[in-house]
């Protein structure tokens, strides 16, 4: 599938503004219910931050992205299994 820039409002291609930074892939929140650990996932692989894959809660994954200035999405992905009660 193609765009043509120029079926644009008023036939202007559309260019981005050099003085804007590139942004960043977002981060997803990911809560391993079953261990109850959390982690990042970017690109479809795990993101290490301080040399930690896993952080115990989403206050303390929240902080180390922050820190390492790395944006997450408000989507949070939940893992394990929804009849936990039957184990």
């Not at 809660?57 to 944006?71: F, K, Q, T, V």
Request: with cysteine.
């Amino acid at each position: 599938m193609t765009f043509d820039d120029t079926a644009s409002d008023r036939g202007v291609p559309f260019h981005p503004s050099p003085s804007l930074p590139p942004s960043l892939p977002m981060g997803r929140m990911i809560e391993m219910a079953f261990t109850g650990l959390w982690v990042i996932r970017r690109k479809g692989a795990l993101v290490e931050i301080g040399g930690r894959l896993c952080w115990p809660d989403r206050g303390s994954l929240g902080r180390a992205a922050a820190e390492a200035g790395i944006p997450l999405s408000d989507i949070v992905v939940h893992t394990g299994r929804l009849d936990s009660g039957k184990r």
